[in-house]
């Protein structure tokens, strides 16, 4: 399963049933100037900035990137979530604040297989 998002109001709820995590693709806009973060929850309804994250994962500007303008964060594995997969871009690691303008990733997938029994 994937979870693919392009804007942002909030959080956004993948699923709130155990999942087991296994990658993270991140699209950096080609201007983005400020490190960002992308922080992921166990938890189906978070209060960023409050509700402490399972995993941060820092999202680096393209600078620092060279011409490369998509990461991944791979997990061998998977990364289980036991409760749900929560998550949303921040321009802090522990923060609430979406990213704005240039600095906002172009989009997230956020890729999945939910646990059963």
């Known amino acids: ?20 995590m296994t990658k993270v693709t991140i699209d950096v806009p080609l201007a983005a100037a400020a490190e960002t973060f992308i ?29 490369r303008r998509r990461i991944s964060y791979i997990f061998p594995g998977g990364l289980v979530f036991g409760t749900a997969l929560s998550w949303e871009p921040t321009t802090t690691y522990n923060g609430s604040t979406i990213p704005v303008g240039a600095d906002l990733p172009l989009a997230i997938a956020v890729y999945f297989e939910k646990l059963t029994g």
């Open 39 to 67: 922080q992921l929850w166990d938890n189906a309804a978070p209060t960023p900035g409050t509700t402490t994250p399972r995993v941060v994962l820092p999202i680096p500007r393209v600078a620092l990137m060279g011409l």
């Open 1 to 20: 399963m994937i979870s693919r998002q392009t804007s942002w109001a909030s959080f956004v709820l993948a699923l709130s049933t155990p999942v087991r």
